[in-house]
Structures are given as structure tokens and as C-alpha cells.
């Protein structure tokens, strides 16, 4: 079906999925929607950029403090998970490049999360959070 725009609703008894096709024909799966939606996960260890084409990312830290930056979003209503999933002692400290609610959100216990919606006039804006530390 190739790339296909429709002017009405779509629908499918059994879901969608969004999927990926690597040169050598493998396919991924990125995202399902069905009875629920099930984004990507990306998982960053240490310091790096949070990925804006999974759902999710979840973070492990070492001994020391990780630097982490979150870029601007793609477009108004984008939705980032960001959680860490492995306390190796130091801190994630996540900077967005626009943020909305405040500069950075620090991450250091397991199950701190946090969720962020994209808006294009004003960055990214803290919607929930579990334990992360906003400056």
C-alpha cells in the first residue's frame, strides 16, 4: 500500500502496527494500536540523547552522574516516557533542549519517571512525575 493518505476513518478488527524495514527486508515493530498502545522503548546507559522515535526510553545509570539530553520535539502532542530502570549510584540528569516546566529533570532511584508532552510554542511540559527533581 506504500504511503497512503485518507480523507476518512481507517479501521481494522485486529490493530495497527507501525513498523520498520531494514535493508535486508527484517521488520520491526515500532508502535501497536489496538485494545492498547504499545510505543517503543529505547534503553540508554550512562550519558547520551533520549530518542524521539520510541515511546519510551528508560534509563541505567553507573557510579557516576549521566548526562542526558532531550531534544525538541517533532511535532505538538508528542508524548515522552523517560524512567529509570537501573540505579547503578550516580544521577541522570535529563536537559531538554526547550523546556516548558523548568531546565532539568534529575533522575536517581528506580521507577523515577517522567512524562512530557511536546508543544511547539512552548517545549516540552511536565505532565506527570514519580520522585524526578525539577530545577
Do not use: C
Amino acid at each position: 500500500m506504500a504511503n497512503t493518505t485518507f480523507s476518512g476513518p481507517v479501521r481494522s478488527e485486529n490493530g495497527f502496527e507501525s513498523i520498520t524495514k531494514s535493508a535486508t527486508g527484517a521488520i520491526s515493530v515500532n508502535a501497536s494500536y489496538g485494545a492498547t498502545i504499545t510505543g517503543g522503548v529505547q534503553s540508554l546507559s550512562g550519558a547520551g540523547a533520549v530518542d524521539l522515535t520510541n515511546l519510551v526510553t528508560e534509563l541505567t545509570t553507573g557510579a557516576g552522574a549521566a548526562a542526558v539530553t532531550l531534544a525538541d520535539g517533532t511535532t505538538s502532542g508528542q508524548i515522552k516516557i523517560i524512567t529509570m530502570v537501573v540505579d547503578g549510584g550516580g544521577t541522570a540528569t535529563v536537559t531538554p533542549v526547550t523546556f516548558a516546566s523548568g531546565t532539568t529533570l534529575a533522575f536517581d532511584a528506580v521507577a523515577d519517571t517522567a512524562t512530557l508532552v511536546w508543544n511547539s510554542s512552548i517545549g516540552w511540559i511536565l505532565s506527570a512525575d514519580r520522585n524526578v527533581t525539577i530545577a
